[in-house]
């Protein structure tokens, strides 16, 4: 369930320098955003920034961009990323409709993309909105390097089991899933959990996951 509005939340996001603006002119050119020509990964939907903030501490050779739709959301990740003492330079926050993730990165730009407990959208007439649905796949498959990978989180199994099905009817290749990740030593290994999914988890709700790509890297 996303936040309330809070006022003045837009005017922060606005003024803070880890927040890109314009995203849609940076399409091509977000390895200049960082200055360096390291790979660049996006979480979708990346709610208060546990998942992704770690991930760039842990990895400082890999550019990270956290796209969140709502700015109340958003707002939170960045109180969390002025709370610490370093926060991680390879980081930048976008406030924007994923729907929109054509326009804003290039074709081959990104090296990998998380999607977290994205929102199930349970009426069948929203199917399309969901972040795995065959609609988003086409998306990812527009932005992805060849050999890119998609990974998906939830502790929603009605999703889950939709998702896989999308994996195939998009015509992808599911690499490797499980119905409860924490319990799967080899998808487990250097697990990362977001503020959900240790909020599921600790309720003894199983976490899937899979991971997909491309079936080849040529065409």
Not at 28 to 51: A, C, D, L
Not at 58 to 79: F, Q, T, W
Not at 110 to 128: C, E, G, Q, T
Not at 135 to 147: F, Q, V
Request: some cysteine.
């Amino acid at each position: 369930m996303r936040l309330r509005n809070i006022p003045g939340a837009r005017e922060v996001i606005a003024g803070h320098e880890a927040v890109v603006k314009q995203e849609k002119e940076k399409r091509g050119h977000w390895n200049e955003v960082f200055g360096n020509t390291h790979p660049i990964r996006v979480e979708i939907g990346m709610g208060k920034g546990q998942f992704l903030m770690q991930m760039a501490q842990e990895h400082p050779d890999i550019n990270y961009i956290g796209i969140e739709r709502y700015s109340s959301v958003l707002l939170r990740a960045l109180e969390r990323m002025d709370a610490m003492e370093e926060p991680p330079a390879n980081i930048r926050f976008v406030c924007m409709d994923a729907a929109e993730i054509e326009e804003v990165f290039e074709k081959g730009e990104v090296d990998r993309i998380y999607l977290n407990f994205s929102d199930p959208w349970p009426k069948a007439r929203h199917a399309k909105r969901r972040l795995t649905s065959t609609a988003y796949w086409e998306r990812y498959d527009n932005i992805l390097k060849r050999d890119g990978v998609v990974e998906f989180k939830t502790d929603n199994k009605d999703l889950f089991e939709f998702s896989l099905e999308q994996v195939r009817e998009a015509g992808w290749e599911l690499k490797a899933h499980t119905f409860d990740l924490h319990h799967d030593p080899e998808m487990s290994r250097g697990n990362i959990m977001t503020e959900y999914e240790e909020k599921f988890s600790s309720r003894g709700n199983p976490i899937c996951k899979l991971t997909a790509g491309r079936k080849s890297v040529e065409r």
